[in-house]
Each structure stands twice: as structure tokens, then as C-alpha cells.
């Protein structure tokens, strides 16, 4: 069965470092991949998709990688601000088969 | 633009009663949205496709006849929770997309359901 596995579910960083969050998957080829932003008791937000055959996308403080061999994204996120504390999730395919990993917690302290 | 908006965010209703939320697309036209639960620190899940005009598309182990999805026009869904049990509680989320625009989707602000 498809699964999608975010490295962890909690990292914390010291502001001004960035930060670097993993997603891997099995049993699956999206062609797509997505990551969105969730904060407490809200809907995610999206910010970034990436297409499977492009190795990364850049988006302001963002960075997103791609490998479609390793089964793996790494979303980037530099000079990370206390602001950027939230969960980010990825999500893979199209969104009527939309598959959300189960999120990473970062906390970026002063 | 691409604005969902969700109502309400919170609500407590009693075990055996029904509760409805809904889900609008305030600045574009949707002919299909989403329904999704989450648990704490889960992923979503999607739940349902809502189409408009026809009958929304349910994902395997998902009661319809519990989870009661309307979608009669297109800037409005909503999802009727009916005969509510405590273990209906959870965080439902909407989403949906723009037309020719099937990568990205827009979600809703969530509604936290309690049922006591």
C-alpha cells in the first residue's frame, strides 16, 4: 500500500538557521508533489508544487527537491523566522487522489 | 483570489443530533470539492468528492448515509454529520480547486466538531 512518511514529527530550530524537512513515499509515482503549511486549528495553506520531472523550485526563503529515484523531497526553508513556526505538510498527486503525509511541527526559536 | 471559506469553525453538539458545515469558494466558480478529516497529528483524509450538481464519491470505509454531502451550486458544499457519536468528533476540512487547475488545492479554515 502507498505510504508517505514525513521524517519527523517534531524539529526544533534556532532562528536564522535553516530548516530541513524530509518527506519520503513508497509504492507510489506522483507526478506531482506539494507542500502546505498548517498552523493550530487551521486549514494548510499550499506553497509550493514541484512536477516530477523537475529537481527542485525555489520560492523566496523556499526550497523544494525532488527525487523521483530516492522516493524523497526535502522542503528548505532558510533564514527561518519564529513566523515559520507551524506543521508543513507534503502531499503527492493530483487533488482528487490527494495523498497528505501526516506532517512535521517545526518551531524556529529567537 | 481562490478563497474557501469554511462555517462555522467550532461547534459542540449533542450525541444523536446532526450538525451541517459548509464550504464556499468565495472568488471562483468550484464544480468539485473535497471533504477531509484529520485526526491529531494525522494526515488528512479525504473523506469525499463532492460534484456539483450530482452525487458526491465516497472513499472506501466512509458511511454516506452519516456523512451527508450536498453540492447544489457551484460556491457552495456542505457535509451534514447525522446522529452524531462522540467518536464523530474531529477536524473537518474542505478544499477546493481552481477550473484546469488540478495540482493545487485550496482549503477551507476547518471545523472543530464536538459531540458531547
Known amino acids: 500500500s502507498q505510504k508517505i512518511e514525513q521524517n519527523s514529527e517534531a524539529l526544533n530550530i534556532q532562528e536564522g538557521k535553516t530548516a530541513t524537512l524530509t518527506c519520503n513515499y513508497t509504492n507510489y509515482s506522483p507526478a506531482y508533489l506539494q507542500w502546505y503549511r498548517q498552523d493550530p486549528g487551521r486549514g494548510p495553506v499550499f506553497l509550493l508544487l514541484i512536477r516530477e520531472n523537475e529537481k527542485e523550485k525555489r520560492k523566496e526563503r523556499l526550497k523544494v527537491t525532488f527525487d523521483t529515484t530516492l522516493k524523497q523531497s526535502l522542503f528548505h526553508i532558510t533564514a527561518s523566522q519564529p513566523a515559520d513556526s507551524a506543521t508543513y505538510l507534503c502531499?503527492?498527486?493530483?487533488?482528487?487522489?490527494?495523498?497528505f503525509g501526516a506532517g512535521t511541527r517545526l518551531t524556529v526559536k529567537p | 483570489g481562490a478563497v474557501v471559506s469554511q462555517h462555522p469553525s467550532r461547534v459542540i453538539c449533542k450525541s444523536g443530533t446532526s450538525v451541517k458545515i459548509e464550504c464556499r469558494s468565495l472568488?471562483?466558480?468550484?464544480?468539485?470539492m473535497f471533504w477531509y478529516r484529520q485526526f491529531p497529528k494525522k494526515s488528512l483524509m479525504l473523506m469525499a468528492t463532492?460534484?456539483?450538481?450530482?452525487?458526491?464519491?465516497?472513499e472506501q470505509g466512509v458511511e454516506k448515509d452519516k456523512f451527508l454531502i450536498n453540492h447544489a451550486s457551484l460556491t457552495l458544499s456542505t457535509l451534514t454529520v447525522t446522529s452524531a457519536h462522540p467518536e464523530d468528533s474531529s477536524f473537518y476540512i474542505c478544499?477546493?480547486?481552481?477550473?484546469?487547475?488540478?495540482?493545487?488545492?485550496?482549503f477551507g479554515q476547518g471545523t472543530r466538531l464536538t459531540v458531547v
Open positions: 463532492s460534484n456539483e450538481g450530482s452525487k458526491a464519491t465516497y
Open positions: 472568488d471562483f466558480q468550484a464544480t468539485t
Open positions: 478544499s477546493a480547486t481552481l477550473s484546469g487547475r488540478d495540482t493545487e488545492a485550496f
Open positions: 502531499a503527492l498527486g493530483m487533488v482528487w487522489d490527494m495523498r
